[in-house]
Each structure stands twice: as structure tokens, then as C-alpha cells.
């Protein structure tokens, strides 16, 4: 299962810096542990139940129970146009049809 910073330790509060780095705060403002970016998962795209989580350029689909149900090869800058999803990596322009994923009505 995939988990959020905050439901990972409600206790604290997490600061992304310019230098890569995710800090970890306490109640006391001690830094508490660090995190590289590179190691983080971006959540940025909703649809229906599902949630579209990243890393680098790999998309997992997470359904409302926190299991993964497809991997895809998307960025955080995909975005969506009725049932397709599109992305731009490099010098390539990139589309799923997420019909084969969802059944849309």
C-alpha cells in the first residue's frame, strides 16, 4: 500500500527544500530525518476512485483500496483529455487511452 508523508507519522511535518531534500519536523522544530526527493512519489491526478501516483517517469494507478492496478509510463506532467492521457518526455509526445483501464459510461 501506498501511504502520505502525513499519515505516515501524523506527529510531523514535512518541508520540501530547494536542494532536493524533504525534511522531517517535530512539534519542538527538530529535524527529524531526511528524505531525497528522487525517493518521494508524487500524487497528481484523480479519476473517479482511482489516484495516479509517480515516480520519475513511472505512473502507478492506485484504486481506492491503496493497490496498484496499473503501471505506466507517465510523468507528473501528464494530463488528461476525456479518456486519454497525455505526456511530453523529451522529445516525445506520449498517449494512453485509458478506456482499457476504466470503464467510462
Same mark, same amino acid.
Given at each position: 500500500?501506498?501511504?502520505?508523508l502525513?499519515?505516515?507519522d501524523?506527529?510531523?511535518?514535512?518541508?520540501?527544500?530547494s536542494?532536493?531534500?524533504?525534511?522531517?519536523?517535530?512539534?519542538?522544530?527538530?529535524?527529524?530525518?531526511?528524505?531525497d526527493?528522487?525517493?518521494?512519489?508524487?500524487?497528481?491526478?484523480?479519476?473517479?476512485?482511482?489516484?495516479?501516483?509517480?515516480?520519475?517517469?513511472?505512473?502507478?494507478?492506485?484504486?481506492?483500496?491503496?493497490?496498484?492496478?496499473?503501471?505506466?509510463?507517465?510523468?507528473?506532467?501528464?494530463?488528461?483529455?476525456?479518456?486519454?492521457?497525455?505526456?511530453?518526455?523529451n522529445?516525445?509526445? =506520449?498517449? =494512453?487511452?485509458?478506456?482499457?483501464?476504466?470503464?467510462?459510461?
Open positions: 500500500n501506498i501511504v502520505s502525513p499519515q505516515s501524523t506527529t510531523k511535518i514535512y518541508v520540501f527544500t536542494n532536493g531534500k524533504t525534511l522531517s519536523i517535530d512539534k519542538q522544530l527538530n529535524v527529524t530525518g531526511t528524505i526527493f528522487e525517493d518521494l512519489s508524487i500524487y497528481y491526478l484523480q479519476i473517479e476512485k482511482h489516484k495516479f501516483i509517480a515516480n520519475d517517469k513511472i505512473t502507478w494507478i492506485i484504486n481506492d483500496e491503496g493497490q496498484k492496478i496499473a503501471e505506466i509510463n507517465m510523468t507528473t506532467n501528464a494530463f488528461l483529455i476525456g479518456k486519454t492521457l497525455y505526456d511530453k518526455q522529445n516525445s509526445f =506520449i498517449t =494512453i487511452d485509458l478506456s482499457d483501464i476504466f470503464k467510462y459510461e
